[in-house]
């Protein structure tokens, strides 16, 4: 009821559609417009009006309400089931939560704000109240373990491309999970996975993208290596916008990778990274070492030349 009243006071915006058109268009009585209007005001919006002049829709709000996103999904099943919280400890999280309690492949989670976002290695992950996007992905893949590592590309190549187009901006990808505009960091990409007898069970591919996140909002340590879209550009962008762009690149990649295809995904995470060529510090479980990287593996392990002329292949690590 609420899409369907809120698509109907969108085609007219600031304007008031009366009490007749808006029951026959809607099929419904005026009370149970009423309520409607009611609940969406409660939300968030901003609707004039009553019984004699009808209603009229003068202000959305900036959240990621499912009203503001369902309607902008083009998926089939990336995001049909959204979860949507004003504040949560960390959506990656609840999304492993509800994986464990069977939620669908594709259910998507955001929220607002994180109290307890998360990066890797246990980092905290800075998430202020609605000026980002923070979501996870609940995906149920065909892919061995080993593989996994291949689904934090394909995010980040997903959202390097929505940023793209909703934004257009154009960043780079720092293996294996930073997204960065300006050579700061925009956006980090967490991906966990719980497996079982040698099998994946269920993924969690969680994203933080800076979207108009101020530099205010950040600590001071990190406002030398952060940045959002709106500090690049100098002008806001719709959150709604870039997290459904974001879901629809993301679901094309993934039918492209359980397709068998990932060389095309690697292909283009090549062109956009801006990790190969440059001399990496890696911090690996088994000691640290230097490096130049200079590949990424079919695998999508990043191989790095040292000195000695030996190669080295980081599938997990930190290249800092
Ligand atoms: C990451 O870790 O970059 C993965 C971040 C994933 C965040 C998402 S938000 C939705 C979902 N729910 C979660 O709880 N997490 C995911 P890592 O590569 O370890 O980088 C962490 C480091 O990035 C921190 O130690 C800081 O230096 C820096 N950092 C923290 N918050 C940041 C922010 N908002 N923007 C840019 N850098 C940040």
Not at 193 to 208: E, P, Q
Not at 241 to 254: C, I, K, P, Q
């Amino acid at each position: 009821m609420k899409v369907a009243l809120l698509s109907l006071l969108s085609e007219q915006e600031k304007e008031f559609i009366p009490p007749w058109v808006l029951r026959e268009r809607l099929h419904l009585t005026w009370e149970e417009i009423s309520e409607t209007v009611l609940r969406l005001r409660l939300d968030g919006y901003t609707i004039e009006g009553g019984h004699e002049k009808g209603y009229c829709l003068s202000r959305r709000p900036d959240l990621l309400l499912p009203t503001e996103v369902l309607p902008l999904l083009r998926t089939e099943t990336l995001g049909r089931n959204y979860v949507y919280l004003p504040t949560v400890g960390s959506t990656n999280d609840l999304a492993k939560q509800l994986a464990r309690t069977g939620a669908v492949n594709g259910t998507l989670i955001a929220a607002e704000a994180q109290t307890g976002g998360r990066g890797r290695l246990g980092r905290a992950w800075a998430s202020p109240r609605s000026s980002g996007i923070w979501m996870s992905l609940i995906l149920r893949p065909e892919l061995p373990p080993t593989e996994l590592p291949k689904l934090t590309l394909t995010a980040a190549v997903g959202v390097a491309r929505a940023i793209g187009i909703v934004a257009d901006l154009p960043t780079g990808i720092k293996w294996p999970n930073d997204i960065l505009a300006d050579g700061k960091k925009v956006c980090g990409i967490l991906t966990e996975a719980a497996v079982s007898d040698g099998k994946t069970d269920f993924a969690v591919v969680g994203i933080g993208i800076n979207v108009n996140t101020e530099q205010a909002d950040f600590t001071a340590e990190l406002r030398e290596k952060a940045t959002s879209l709106k500090e690049v550009l100098g002008r806001p962008v719709s959150r709604s916008l870039l997290l459904a762009a974001t879901v629809g690149e993301l679901e094309s990649l993934l039918n492209q990778l359980y397709a068998d295809n990932f060389a095309a995904i690697r292909a283009e995470w090549c062109r956009r990274t801006v990790s190969l060529g440059q001399v990496v510090q890696v911090a690996a479980p088994t000691g640290g070492f230097t490096g130049r990287a200079v590949a990424i593996a079919p695998d999508g392990a990043l191989i790095v030349s040292r000195e000695d002329g030996s190669e080295i292949r980081v599938a997990a690590g930190e290249v800092l």
